[in-house]
């Protein structure tokens, strides 16, 4: 226990960089996967391949791999030079992304193609529609499917700590190979991975209460 | 004078030909009910009257507009032909009110305040003051088409398409949607009716067209077709529904 206690500074220090690059890299991801989606359902037969092309491209590759190449591939080129937590946010954005991209193309294809009618015979534009009638709705039913994707993408960044990025897995080796005490380290890790991811399920549940689905 | 005026249109779906021809035109106040049986292509004449459908070949001039020309402003022309749906289709994640404040707001720019000022009249209107405040899924069928009248006439459209706006209420509540839409036709609204209310057609159209596998076969005011329809095909038809 005062192994535990001992190494919580550090852990806890962890947590934060945990913390931001979730956050950035799940924000980024959301607006890539929404940016996907639409070209998907683009009348463009050039935007849905390049579209098609990505997700596939992520979906069919491990994500280490992907940050590998992000951080080490890319930087190799020497035309731009991408430091660890930007490849590490990168890395976990697109994949993020790739999968939302899916998330929300298939939540607005679910949807009624009245609710497109009656907005279009109004007389709102395409844009409008998706904006105010088709996207809210579409979002509330995919909000479940989302927060699974954020949990996956949260416990995805513990990868990071191989490129040497300091989040919560990074801070944990640090503490063990100074202390030796792997058992209670890495239980206090699993239990702060816990606690966040959890708290996480919360806020997704109380958003669900609050935009009650219709 | 016109303000629909539809020549020989034709729309196919795949190689399925579901309007063969059609020609006609309609007068401003005028109302035309269009009846026919399933499938006869009744609906997706209505809904070429809008582009919700677009059509094969042919042309549809709405208030001296061609709505499929290349640089025909839609979206504008769409402000001006309101269309009620058989399912409502009202925006579920939105109030009675915001339903029918929306598309003035986003569509023509108007105010807040007017947009709710308008809503609160038209709802007055079709009886549903004290709904304002509820969500859809909190009204019966008959109240929710009610509102969706209410929504389309937010745009002060020139022309108001009904696509079998009775077909999916309890048969209670018919009557309420029918005396909205009756109280319309005497204000002088221009209306487009898809409907199996031949009681309707009878009483309120000006005009009854027999839609019958794509075409116009018979066209008349209510009394003569009804009481003497010239077309077999018509009189088949009458006999079965009344």
């Given amino acids: 226990m005062k192994a535990i206690m001992d190494a919580l500074p550090y852990l806890w220090a962890g947590l934060q960089v945990t913390a931001y690059v979730f956050v950035i890299a799940i924000i980024i991801g959301f607006i890539i996967g929404l940016i996907i989606a639409l070209m998907r359902l683009s009348p463009w037969k050039v935007l849905n391949w390049i579209a098609k092309i990505f997700v596939d491209a992520i979906r069919g590759t491990p994500i280490l791999v992907q940050l590998f190449f992000f951080y080490y591939g890319l930087n190799s080129l020497g035309i731009i030079s991408l430091d660890r937590t930007s490849a590490g946010i990168l890395t976990v954005a697109i994949n993020a992304g790739a999968y939302f991209a899916e998330i929300i193309r298939a939540g607005i294809q679910s949807m009624d193609k009245g609710q497109t009618e009656a907005a279009r015979s109004l007389g709102l534009t395409n844009v409008q529609t998706m904006r105010y009638i088709i996207l809210p709705q579409a979002f509330r039913r995919m909000l479940p499917t989302f927060t699974n994707q954020a949990i996956i993408s949260l416990k995805d960044t513990s990868l990071l700590s191989v490129i040497g990025i300091a989040d919560l897995t990074q801070k944990g080796q640090v503490v063990i190979a100074a202390t030796f005490k792997a058992f209670e380290i890495w239980l206090a890790v699993g239990v702060l991975y816990f606690i966040i991811i959890y708290l996480l399920s919360l806020l997704s549940s109380y958003l669900e209460r609050r935009y009650e689905l219709r | 004078m016109s303000l629909i005026e539809v020549k020989n249109l034709k729309k196919s779906f795949g190689n399925a030909e579901v309007l063969k021809d059609i020609s006609v035109t309609i007068d401003k106040q005028e109302v035309v009910c269009v009846i026919g049986a399933s499938g006869s292509g009744k609906s997706t004449f209505l809904r070429c009257l809008n582009r919700l459908e677009e059509i094969t070949s042919g042309q549809v001039v709405i208030d001296g507009q061609d709505i499929t020309a290349k640089d025909a402003n839609i979206n504008q022309i ?59 899924n909190e009204l019966s069928g008959g109240q929710q088409q009610r509102v969706a009248i209410a929504r389309a006439l937010a745009m002060n459209p020139k022309i ?3 696509d079998e706006p009775t077909s999916a209420l309890d048969p209670e509540m018919v009557g309420d949607v029918l005396d909205v839409m009756k109280q319309l036709a005497q204000e002088g609204m221009t209306m487009v009716v898809v409907t199996h209310e031949m009681g309707f057609a009878r009483e309120v159209s000006d005009r009854v067209l027999f839609i019958d596998d794509g075409v116009i076969m018979e066209e008349n005011k209510p009394s003569e077709l009804f009481a003497d329809p010239k077309h077999e095909r018509t009189k088949a038809f009458l006999s079965k529904i009344l």
């Fill in chain 2, 160 to 162: 108001m398409l009904f």
């Fill in chain 2, 78 to 136: 769409r402000q001006e032909v309101g269309m009620v749906f058989q399912q409502f289709n009202l925006f579920p994640h939105k109030t009675v009110l915001e339903n029918i404040m929306l598309a003035p707001m986003k569509a023509k720019g108007i105010t807040a305040d007017q947009a709710r000022q308008k809503a609160e009249a038209l709802l007055a209107k079709v009886g549903l003051k004290d709904k304002a405040g509820s969500y859809p």
